[in-house]
């Protein structure tokens, strides 16, 4: 018999950091729901302008409170079900700080506009590296636990853990992988189609892999150890772990439906989706049912009350998700506040209720110290509730309002609302009501914190770690379990269970991702597209450092609709220089996609300085300091250097002539700006913005040939777009004299 | 169901936790099926639909095939517009149509909605030109307003409001454009254009 100590402290501090994070996070998102009810609040500073400051907020909550969460449960499970200390104290301290550091130096950057411009991966990739790094110091802390572990068999909980550590790893290094400009950007080695679906293969499953799986094996083990009561059903959890596993991955392409991604792989993800709602049933079943025979304790123990409203959230969200991925209701739904509402039912009501239950069991046990206050608890609990409700009903009426206004038609065959304006005018009360519920939410986290707080400091004073000795044998390795089921054996071998869940996850990425890479007919070539003129990439790299892409989609779908507010619906070919893609994936404001050529030069340096000037009642912040701000031009050749290792086929001139090419055109934007009395602006950040937005969706002519015409007349495939096929790329072209 | 609540005696050691062994429940195991199902029959129906969709209409491969809904759409809306012909007017009619009280006043509404932004609220100019000075870049008769306030000017960045905004109400605003002519406003921009009479 032996004694052991398990390590506390990390729990502890992972678990401090968890809140920090959390308050940090969702005050942020409390602070952007305000930016969008009323653009005031974006205070005329860049730096927490919508379009910087929303990518603090996901990768804060996701990343620091959902990570923090984490591994909080994940160091204290896992010991205690391998009966053995983690593997390396100095491991998990570096784990700890370096994963604080990196969430700390990326949301500093985000502030600044450092960012990758892909969502939820909005990392530079020197963070990335980092990050990755990180991970694996985790990794081998983690299986180092499991390979001396003195308990040879491994529980559930466990083997989701696993399928996290492997899949985050997979995913992050697959879509991260980008060619440096300098230390703090970069571009993706994939462009248009392909980055996009790899993208969202990631962003799906980085919902999967970090916001579901992680939480389902925390459920597993701290759910029937608050309700002393046996897990439900042990069949019901080998069926629903492999399921969940497998299927999750294809799932991604519903985040793509009726882009220019290819049908087959949007057709894969919706149909793996909609099977996905057997497994994420069966883990909510798994869990509500464990929870029979301790229902009357609902009554008085918030943990259970907590548990019991998360799982309901889980089943709620993954009937919903499901269901928006069927592609007629996607019709309606992408791009509007219904996924919001959706992600939120997921991220603050799954997990967030799920963290918050497991702090309060972990709290009382952590500090020795009975918990401050039980009704502060239950007080906690209601207001979460109640601002849940809020925030999501908020969003299902607007996403539904939004959706059914952009696509209505008079009699006479012409928008309704074509004013895009006028239905975002519309739902701004019910973005106060949303960021009422909100602020519902993070009282009661601030609630929390206090409770946290104050049982600390009555906690008794710690003789360095608190740690508890349990007796523990080591198990003789011959002391396998009587397999009672075939899947016993693999609970008793990790390593065949990490490469077991390695296979099965690649299957899906590899059917959906090597055709689309592959195969040329999936995105046909269009000659006349050609590659941003240098002051056009400039302006490109600006939209990605303001972060516009959280507010504008760059994806006309094919809609009668979206075809008559916007323009000839966007094709594959028109992406292949997209270094990253940026379609987006909301509407707060209008496609962009073809806002080439809509207005004159002179209108967007309006809207850009305050778009209340030529959009009264405009939501979008006001970007004044770009018509500062003096244009930097000194990474432009690494750009373009990079860009031609990319494959994009700029001449090897444009390498040493891009400055004077850059400066040449915008000259030119200047002077037509001049004519209209605005002067000095040959020089500022906002003329390569113009340049950009002026050339987007214009390399295909159809103001000239209309998207109808190009699209139906045609009588053969490629034709609609060859017969378009002359353009200039005339550094002056976009100018708008 | 004698298997219910039965204790994996196997599993004992999880740190206390344990577990049932009980079976799916019935209903489940229909719904898991029942996505199986969905899933094998609509990917074949979905896929040879939306084929079917893009040959016909001519789309072909290089739309996604999605393409194939929008040329449906696009069908349905050529069939409403057979089913509503918009009226047309002509001559007499529309100079009648365009200089009636009724017109101008339904064309202040729509023009305080769509126009101010670029040609101020007094129709002074802004990104637009003056519309109440005699200088006019496209012409100040009627037809010639008319004309462009429906087909625009894109490329100079005046919008084609026919298919915006129908041809009703795109009248309607070049009517009132037309009433504006010779009103005094504050801060007028300079003139753009050649003079009209």
Same mark, same amino acid.
């Given at each position: ?35 969008? *009810? ?34 909080? %449960? ?27 550091? @990196?969430?700390?130096?990326?949301? @500093? ?39 001396? +572990? ?65 939480? #389902? ?38 985040? #793509? ?40 304790? #609902? ?34 739904? =992408? ?16 997990? !967030? ?80 009501? +949303? ?41 003789? *390795? ?14 008793? +071998? ?185 002067? %000095? ?52 072209? !976009?100018?708008?004299? | ?49 939306? =084929? ?14 999605? !393409? ?7 069908? #349905? ?13 002509? %001559?007499?009619?529309?100079? !009648? ?59 100079? %960045? ?40």
């Amino acid at each position: 018999m032996l004694r052991i100590k398990y390590d506390d402290k990390i729990t502890r501090m992972f678990l401090i950091a968890c809140l920090v994070w959390g308050v940090l996070g969702m005050s942020a998102g409390l602070w952007l729901a305000l930016e969008l *009810a009323s653009w005031k609040f974006n205070l005329g500073l860049p730096y927490i302008s919508f379009g910087r400051l929303r990518p603090l907020h996901t990768n804060a909550v996701i990343f620091a409170f959902g990570g923090n969460a984490i591994f909080c %449960g994940v160091y204290y499970s896992t010991q205690r079900l391998l009966k053995a200390r983690m593997f390396s104290d100095v491991l998990s301290r570096i784990h700890f700080w370096a994963w604080q550091a @990196i969430i700390l130096v990326g949301g @500093i950057g985000f502030l600044f506009g450092i960012t990758q411009g892909k969502e939820y991966a909005e990392l530079e990739w020197s963070l990335d590296l980092v990050l990755a790094l990180v991970w694996v110091v985790f990794a081998i802390n983690f299986f180092g636990t499991v390979a001396r +572990r003195r308990e040879k068999h491994l529980y559930v909980a466990l083997w989701f853990y696993i399928g996290t550590i492997i899949t985050i790893a997979v995913l992050h290094i697959v879509n991260g992988l980008a060619i440096p400009v300098s230390l703090t950007k970069s571009y993706p080695v994939y462009a248009g189609v392909q980055d996009a679906l790899v993208q969202w293969w990631y962003g799906h499953n980085a919902v999967g892999f970090f916001l579901t799986t992680p939480f #389902l094996g925390l459920m597993y083990y701290f759910v029937p150890k608050a309700a002393e009561r046996p897990v439900y059903s042990y069949r019901l959890s080998v069926m629903h772990f492999w399921a969940l596993v497998f299927l999750y991955i294809w799932a991604g392409p519903h985040h #793509l439906h009726y882009t220019a991604l290819p049908d087959w792989a949007q057709d894969l993800g919706m149909v793996f989706s909609v099977m996905l709602l057997a497994p994420s049933w069966g883990g909510m079943l798994n869990g509500l049912l464990t929870l029979r025979g301790a229902w009357h304790k #609902l009554r008085t123990d918030p943990i259970l009350k907590f548990f019991a409203a998360s799982i309901t959230f889980y089943g709620m969200a993954t009937f919903e998700g499901p269901l928006m991925s069927i592609k007629s209701v996607n019709a309606l739904s =992408h791009y509007t506040e219904w996924t919001i509402g959706h992600v939120h039912s997921g991220a603050i009501g799954w997990v !967030g209720l799920l963290v918050f239950g497991m702090i309060y069991w972990l709290v009382p046990r952590m500090w020795r110290t009975p918990l401050h206050s039980q009704a502060l608890a239950n007080a906690h609990f209601w207001t979460a509730l109640v601002g849940i409700l809020f925030y999501v009903v908020s969003m299902w009426i607007a996403g539904i309002t939004q959706g059914l206004m952009w696509k209505e038609f008079t009699n006479e065959g012409v928008l309704a609302y074509p004013n895009f304006l006028e239905i975002v005018t519309k739902i701004i009360p019910l973005y106060w009501l +949303r960021a009422f519920g909100g602020s519902l939410y993070l009282g009661g986290l601030l609630v929390m914190v206090y409770n946290v707080a104050r049982t600390i400091r009555s906690a008794p004073a710690f003789q360095d770690e608190e740690a508890m000795v349990p007796e523990a044998p080591a198990v003789p *390795a011959h002391a396998a379990p009587v397999a009672q089921y075939w899947h016993a054996v693999l609970e008793g +071998r990790p390593f065949a269970l990490a490469i077991l869940t390695t296979v099965v996850i690649a299957i899906g990425g590899i059917v959906e991702m090597v055709p689309t890479f592959l195969i040329e007919s999936n995105v046909p070539t269009i000659t006349a597209v050609k590659p941003y003129t240098p002051l056009e990439l400039e302006g490109r790299d600006i939209y990605v450092r303001e972060g516009c892409y959280n507010c504008h989609s760059q994806m006309v779908r094919p809609f009668r609709d979206e075809v008559a507010r916007y323009g000839d619906y966007s094709k594959p070919g028109e992406f292949v220089y997209d270094h990253p893609f940026q379609w987006g994936s909301k509407r707060t404001g209008p496609d962009l996609h073809r806002i080439g050529g809509k207005y004159n030069n002179l209108w967007h340096l309006r809207h850009l300085d305050d778009p209340r000037l030529t959009s009264p009642g405009s939501i979008m912040p006001a970007y004044r300091f770009l018509l500062e701000s003096k244009l930097d031009l000194s990474l432009t050749p690494n750009k373009i250097r990079v860009m031609r290792q990319l494959g994009v086929p700029y001449a090897k001139e444009v390498e040493t002539e891009c400055r004077t090419q850059a400066q040449t055109q915008a000259r030119s934007i200047a002077a037509d700006l001049e004519k209209d009395g605005v002067k %000095g602006m040959a020089d500022k950040e906002v003329i390569a913005l113009i340049a950009y937005l002026q050339r987007l969706g214009t390399d295909i002519k159809w103001r000239e040939t209309g998207p109808a015409a190009a699209s139906i007349q045609a009588p053969a495939p490629a034709p609609a777009v060859a017969a378009t096929a002359t353009t200039s790329t005339h550094p002056s072209k !976009g100018a708008g004299i | 169901m004698e298997e219910k609540d039965k204790i994996l005696e196997t599993h004992q050691d999880n740190d206390g936790i344990q577990e049932y062994d009980n079976p799916l429940p019935g209903w489940f195991l229909y719904l898991f099926y029942g996505c199986v199902l969905f899933a094998g029959l609509y990917a074949p129906y979905y896929v040879g639909y939306s =084929h079917a969709m893009a040959t016909a209409g001519g789309g072909g491969a290089n739309l996604s095939a999605s !393409g194939g809904d929008y040329l449906a759409s696009v069908r #349905l809306e050529e069939a409403a517009r057979a089913a509503a012909p918009t009226v047309e007017l002509k %001559g007499a009619d529309l100079i !009648g149509y365009l200089k009636s009280p009724a017109s101008v006043s339904g064309g202040e509404t729509v023009f305080k909605a769509n126009c101010v932004a670029c040609h101020g609220d007094q129709g002074q100019g802004v990104v637009g030109p003056n519309l109440t000075d005699p200088f006019w870049l496209h012409g100040g008769s009627p037809q010639a307003v008319l004309a462009s306030v429906s087909h625009g000017y894109p490329d100079k %960045g005046m919008p084609a409001w026919k298919n915006v905004l129908g041809s009703e109400k795109a009248r309607m605003a070049a009517a009132y454009v037309i009433s504006l002519k010779g009103r005094t406003v504050s801060s007028p921009k300079a003139p753009q254009g050649d003079k009209e009479p």
